[in-house]
């Protein structure tokens, strides 16, 4: 991330650069337009690409144990099944899945913390359907209070992630998992993309562009003067 920043920031000095060497022929007085829209442009925020997040840790908040009392094989006592990067089999058994049914009263409750305020846009969460093994999907999402009505695969036997987009800017994440006591709900694996950047301050590329382009106007207003 910081090495695709510095190559921007040297794009726009770059162009800062040649902007200047190419209208220092013109009359100053018509430079008026060209250099309040350069301040402008140069003004606006660096956009950021959207990334691959990897929360610093997550819990299991609300009163919801780390899976369901009683159960070794689905529970989650070393925290590290949401975010190993091992997505398992449709085997609700194979030891890689974290799974509900009554103890945590129809609704998990996950916090995911981050390593400093971002802006989360998509999340994705690995489900699993087994019939046999009376295993639906959640019968909805909430990501940060927003809630998501989630309908089961349509296939039996049948494992993948499921996307939520919005939007969610701050240093933890609260996804629950809203499912009837009357059957199974599992999950192996969460995935976040969106902007590391602290939303609330800008970037150091933003305000160098900044000062480039408050440069250029205070450059046309001396060879005005002149």
Sequence with gaps: MESRRLGWTKAMWKAASTLAKG???????????????????????????????TPTSYS??????????????????????????????????????V????????????????ASSMTITNVALDFLRNDNANTQLPTSVTVGGTTFPTADFGTDVTQGFVNYSGSWTGSQLVVTLNHPT???VFVNEAQFTGDPANG?????ASLLLSACGIAVLGWVRRRHAR
């Design 200 to 204: 609330s301050a800008p970037e150091p």
């Design 23 to 53: 209208i220092s022929d013109l009359h100053a007085a018509a430079l008026w337009p060209v250099a309040i829209l350069a301040a402008l442009v140069m003004s606006l925020p660096a956009l950021s690409p959207a990334a691959t997040i």
């Design 99 to 114: 799974g509900w049914q009554y103890t945590d009263s129809g609704a998990a409750n996950i916090t995911f913390t981050f």
């Design 60 to 97: 299991y908040t609300g009163g919801t144990p780390a899976g369901e009392t009683g159960y070794s094989g689905y529970q989650d006592t070393g925290l590290t099944k949401l975010t190993d990067g091992n997505v398992g089999t449709t085997n609700p058994v194979d030891g890689t899945w």
């Design 182 to 184: 009357s059957n199974w």
